[in-house]
């Protein structure tokens, strides 16, 4: 087996969900909205994945609207608030996942107006810059909790105050955050939540959408009467299971898997940084625990990934949905940083898998690359810099 440092990209299924899933798969199978005792049971099921999400995120169960994943929960919130409001203005941005900056564009040549706010050099919004942003015809600010490439978290708390304060709609994409780092939506002042089963040990194709009682927003999906009538289409009931057996996992494990990822984090951060002109990208305390980028000066990050994979090393370059281009990451550049530097980034993504031994492997190996790599460039020479 190799050495899996991407999960931020994705996350194996835990083996206590799986379990519960294939139950679900095999004998309490029926469709949740059968009158029989196949569906009561299936709809048990779902239930009670129902109030494990809402737990964890401090909900109540009849706020959570089961999706297909990540990416229909940030559409629904968005384009679902932007059609019950029919026009104004939405702020986000520039660092968002594409799930939310393309929804905007789209609203955008929709005729609504966008602000995409900036950020500072760690990656993080400040929230004087959203409470300047609003206008009298602002309809939402949607902004995530933490970044899927530098995992650089939000001041979320100060965000939730101000939209409260002005009577504006607050969507975070919690979808790095939930299951890593603690989630109270009514402490926070959240009215939209998205999240995704895959970040956290759970299924693929499948999420959640928080929406606070009284939020006027509409429905993306027209069709049946599933979801209270808010979201049609027959219930992937197994998926479901898992996600709430995984979200109720990660909550129960959440404090020592945060102290441990981020001991692993710091371990490989030290290690890296012992290379010269190696840069850190994202905040050095506010942060998920388990995410480490650097940028080494002078390497395309697209060979090291590739040299890395060939010793059993798996590692991304920028976020996993835009890894597949060339372009550099838009998210670094938002952060101040060059398009050498943006180029030369690599995330590793620390999860429960992942040892000390794992982690001194990956280090060794690195720099031994980035070395190799370094003496190959024309581009790189090294004057002794310190580390940026
Ligand atoms: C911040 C963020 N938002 C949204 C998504 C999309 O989620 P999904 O893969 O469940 O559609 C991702 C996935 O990488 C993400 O990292």
Known sequence: MGIYLDHSATTYVDKKVLAKMTQCYSETFGNTSSQHSYGRDAEKGVGAARAQVADAIGASPGEIYFTSGGTESD???IKGVAKFARKGHIITTGIEHRAVLDTCKYLEAKGFSITYLPVDAFGAVRADDVEKALQDDTILISIMFANNEVGTINPMAQIGQIAKKHGV????DAVQAVGHVPIDVSAIGIDLLSLSAHKFYGPKGVGALYIKNGTNIEKIIHGGSHEKGMRAGTLNSPGIVGLGAAISL????MDNEFVK????????KDALLQLPKAKYNGHPDDRLPGNVNISFDGIEAEALMLHLDLEGIAVSTGSACSSGSTNPSYVLKEMGCTIEQARAAVRFTIGRCNTTKDIDTAAKKTKSIVEKLRALSPLFADKGEKNV
Do not use: G, M, P, S
Not at 169 to 172: E, M, Q, S, Y
């Open 169 to 172: 709609l607050f969507h975070t």
């Open 250 to 253: 990660a909550t129960e494990v």
């Open 75 to 77: 559409n629904w919130a």
């Open 261 to 268: 990822e981020a001991a692993l984090a710091k371990r490989l």
